[in-house]
């Protein structure tokens, strides 16, 4: 029998990817990241790495590395969109290792992008080289580079993000869905701001047609912040399309002056159209198979697309791992796929429905909703106002 290890070809060096890679590495098998841009970094903004992710990022021995350059928030908090006043807080500091198992961390992308590159090393990346698209028989698969050099493999992997060539190899093309959402998302110096402006917290404002949310990143320098509007516009699915502060400022005329006071202290201010589409049935088609936004694209409304990512990694990874020979290959990856497409879909759909309860334009159906977050934090102080119990809770790492 062939003893040798499994080699694993990833496309796309993104949070998924890396976080993937490193797990691979660690169950002994050879890995390759082909990655089209020149140089690693994420796009600035900021992104939350709740217990589920973090138990994972333990596990590959990541979260050592983040700790000095994330912040952990005391609390959720929900504001109202015009008068500021809190609907709801959910503890988090102090709760949330006790509870799920592992923290709750907020982190600009470029600090867990630089942190998962360094715990997997230089060795296994390729750089400014272009997937567009793959081969494969029974015996191999191959990735080709726009180079047209073929990266041959046991087993692809397409990680490359929400406009993926694997994905579109695999299954054709699809046109996603624009949800009528627009998003902005900027970074806040934290002395641009008066003292104690923003509060250690992961903070909501929920008004008519959009919601705002904000927290600390690079260990309390900076305040990120994430703003979504209904919009009759259409733009392009992009997170680095460049926007101003007055573009905001006027979508968001009458909110909280607090809330305009961080906007207008804004560095650098960019957009994107928010598109949705539906669950994928199967990532898999022989050697060749799909995770994080490849394989489902998600809303950003449970914060959870680069978590469903880090778990997708740790989870293939775990299956690649226990077969140490080309044999068995196929079944592994459908193992794979069955056990995370139910997670993913439900947290995809979870992600969409919660977009309506954020945005809801009648005051009476805010009213009702705002009750409920009142009576939920009388009963249960300690659980999330989006019932997330079943997402924090999840141990990709125990399975």
Known sequence: MNSRSTKVVIA???IGGLAAAIALRQRGCEVVVIEQASQLGEVGAGVQMSPNAVKVLRAIGVEPLIREVACEPVAFTGRDWKSGRVLYRTPIKGVYERVYGAGY????RA?????????LGAGALRLGQR??????????????LDSGELVEADVIVGA??????????????EKPHFTG???????????????????????????????VVHYYVRGGAMVNFVAVYETDEWTQESWSTPSTVDEILETYSGWNQELLTTFSKSEHCFKWALY?????????EGRVTLLGDAAHPMLPFLAQGAAMAIEDGYELASKIGSKQSGAGIRETLVEYERQRIPRTSRVQLGARARGTTLHLRSPWERMKRNIGFMLQGFRTPESTTHRAEWIYGYDATAR
């Open 12 to 14: 796309g060096a993104g």
């Open 105 to 108: 961390y907020h982190l600009h």
């Open 111 to 119: 600090d867990l992008h630089r942190a998962l590159t360094e715990r």
């Open 131 to 144: 997937a567009t698209g793959i081969e494969q028989d029974r015996n191999a698969a191959g990735l080709r």
């Open 160 to 173: 490359d993000g929400i406009h993926s060539v694997v994905r579109r190899s695999l299954f054709g093309d």
């Open 181 to 211: 959402n627009i998003c902005w998302r900027g970074m806040v110096p934290v002395d641009a701001l008066p003292k104690g402006h923003v509060e250690l917290a992961s903070s909501n404002w929920l008004g008519p047609k959009g919601h």
């Open 276 to 284: 949705d589409r539906e669950p994928l049935s199967r990532w898999t």
